[in-house]
């Protein structure tokens, strides 16, 4: 389902998609920044959605954008299968766009950035979600800049 990106898309959340956690971030296309905001509980691929219903009811996104963990070569992976079944849904739920975008290498960045900043590595009690989240939605800035002329 391809959506247009139109200039009332202002405000986005983005998701590092996973089966036990999904990272989550907040941007907007005026300063072209996103920034983590948080991780919440999966149950195989499925959000916790009254958590994730509060934080669409806080941050008010215009849109959504999912990260797609695609293979090496650029197929498809059984994630980003499911990963398109999550934005699908996130759209359906919301009424909202949701936006996919290749992700890869994007978990491997936010550790090495993670590591630079003195993470011990023991991402299970202190994931790096919401950092890859962050990294997907600036990508996807990056590719839908706002045109303020427009």
Known sequence: MSQPVTDKIQTLMAFDFGTKR???A???RLTGSA???CCISAKDGKP???ALDKLVEEWQPDAFVVGLPLNMDGSDSDMSRRANKFSNRLHNRYRRPSFTIDERLSTFEAKQAAKASGHKGHYKSDPVDE???AIILQSWLEQHPFNAQA
Do not use: S, V
Request: charged share 15%; aromatic share 6%; net charge negative.
């Open 35 to 37: 920034n983590g905001l």
């Open 22 to 24: 999904m990272g989550l």
């Open 48 to 50: 916790d959605w009254d």
């Open 131 to 133: 950092a890859a989240a």
């Open 26 to 28: 907040t941007g907007q």
